[in-house]
C-alpha cells in the first residue's frame, strides 16, 4: 500500500513541477498587465458568449452576430449585456427583428434607448422578443400568446400562411444549437402598464 502512496505523490509533485516550469516570462508579463484591467472589464467580456468554438452548431447569437441584417440588434444586446442569456442551453426563440425594422421606429428611438441610462428599458424591450421554446412557425400557429421572457405576453395571429408575433411578421426561421431564431419584419414593443 504504501509504495502506491508514493507513487501517487511523486506524480503530483512531477505535474506541478511541470506546471510550474511550463509557465514562461512572456505568459507572466501578459497576466501583470491585465491586473490593471478593472473589474468592470472584466466582467464585460466573460461568460459563455465569449467563448469561440468552430465546431458546434451555431446558438442563436451567433446566428445574429453571423448576418448583416441584425447589426442593431447585436449592438443592442451588447449594450444591454444580454450575451450571455443568449447563449444558455435553452430551448430558446429568438424574434428577431432586422435593421430596416429599427429603422421604422421612430427617429433617435433606438440612439436613446441604447444610453447606458436606459439599459434597463433596453434589456426590458430586448427580452420581449426571447420566448422559452423551440417552436416552428407551424407549430407557432397553434399558439393564441407566447409567455415572454420579460414576464410579459405577447400576441400570436396567424393571417393566411403568415405568423405575427407581437405584430411582427415571421420572415425566416434559422434552427440554432440552442433554439431557432425567428427573423422579424418589426421590433416588438412590449405593453405599458
Known amino acids: 500500500m504504501k509504495p502506491i502512496i508514493h507513487l ?24 501583470m498587465d491585465t491586473s490593471n484591467t478593472t473589474e468592470k472589464e472584466i466582467d464585460a467580456n466573460q461568460g459563455q458568449a465569449f467563448i469561440e468554438d468552430d465546431s458546434s452548431t451555431p446558438n442563436v447569437l451567433n446566428i445574429a452576430k453571423g448576418s448583416p441584417d441584425h447589426t442593431i440588434l447585436i449592438a443592442a444586446v451588447q449594450e444591454a449585456g444580454l450575451e450571455n442569456v443568449l447563449v444558455n442551453a435553452g430551448p430558446l426563440m429568438v424574434f428577431a427583428p432586422t435593421n430596416e425594422a429599427f429603422d421604422a421606429l421612430p427617429e433617435g428611438t433606438v440612439e436613446d ?3 447606458p ?14 420566448t422559452p421554446g423551440n417552436y416552428n412557425v407551424d407549430l407557432l400557429k397553434k399558439f393564441k400568446k407566447l409567455g415572454q421572457a420579460n414576464n410579459q405576453n405577447v400576441a400570436v395571429e396567424v393571417i ?25 419584419d418589426k421590433v416588438i414593443l412590449p405593453p405599458t402598464e
Open 117 to 130: 441610462e436606459n439599459k434597463e428599458a433596453l434589456a426590458n424591450i430586448l427580452k420581449f422578443h426571447v
Open 8 to 31: 501517487k505523490l511523486w506524480a503530483v509533485s512531477f505535474l506541478i513541477l511541470g506546471l510550474v516550469s511550463g509557465c514562461k516570462n512572456g505568459d507572466k508579463a501578459t497576466l
Open 113 to 115: 434607448l441604447l444610453k
Open 160 to 184: 393566411g400562411d403568415d405568423v405575427y408575433v407581437g405584430g411582427a411578421k415571421i420572415i425566416a426561421s434559422i434552427p440554432a444549437g440552442n433554439g431557432i431564431v425567428h427573423v422579424v
